[in-house]
């Protein structure tokens, strides 16, 4: 690394990428704990943030709880291809990730995170008695005994990097083609 700090080769800035988004499931103090998921709705996009709660380097692999009878679940069984984008204002750094999304809804992989999950306060996220979205007259805090846990398996096709600088902003792809500089 020099230029004032600014790692240089695309190779470091990506394993970088991944250090910086295994680190941020560690909890909200990371700027990159929260993405932004948007996902092919028909005709036009939708978009949400999503709490990033697990991440495989070697197999490029972001994991994501969700509830199974949110739009989303239906809108990435339709189009499984989706865009992650995350902001970290403390390295001026925008990731644009280019993910092929799994729901899984039953399974080990599923049971075991839920095991984990239903002792802790985010499980009424997954114990509403009503489908996310679902319009209501007031406020309902029953909670169903059913859970509707989902996790989403978010696979990484590219990473799309930006960095802003006073010296002047970069940009680089990594894709299955290799890492290559773009105009910021
Ligand atoms: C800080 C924050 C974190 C959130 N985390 C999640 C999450 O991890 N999973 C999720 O399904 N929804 C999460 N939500 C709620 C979604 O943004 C969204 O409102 C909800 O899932 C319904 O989305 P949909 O109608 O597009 O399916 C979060 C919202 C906020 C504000």
Redesign the pocket.
């Known amino acids: 690394m020099n230029m004032a700090g600014r790692i240089e080769s695309l190779q470091l800035i990506e394993a970088a990428c991944w250090q910086e988004l295994a680190e941020a499931t560690s909890g909200p103090g990371h700027d990159w704990h929260?993405l932004v998921l948007a996902?092919v709705a028909g005709r036009h996009a939708?978009a949400?943030?999503?709490?990033l709660?697990e991440v495989d380097i070697g197999a490029r692999e972001l994991i994501?709880?969700?509830?199974s009878r949110?739009?989303?679940?239906e809108?990435m069984r339709a189009h499984p291809e989706a865009t992650l984008v995350a902001w970290s204002a403390s390295r001026m750094w925008q990731l644009r990730l280019v993910v092929r999304c799994t729901v899984l809804t039953d399974g080990l992989e599923v049971s075991s995170r839920w095991a984990r999950l239903k002792l802790s306060p985010s499980a009424r996220?997954y114990l509403s008695p009503l489908p996310?979205?679902t319009p209501v007259d007031r406020y309902l805090p029953d909670r169903s005994s059913r859970e509707h846990f989902a996790v989403v398996n978010a696979q990484v096709d590219s990473i799309d990097w930006l960095e802003l600088h006073a010296d002047g902003h970069r940009r680089a792809r990594f894709d299955p083609q290799g890492a290559r500089w773009l105009q910021p």
Do not use: A, L, Y
Not at 64 to 67: E, K, P, Q, R, V
Not at 70 to 73: G, L, Q, R
């Open positions: 929260h996902t939708e949400r943030v999503v709490v709660r994501f709880f969700t509830d949110s739009p989303k679940v809108q996220d996310p979205g």
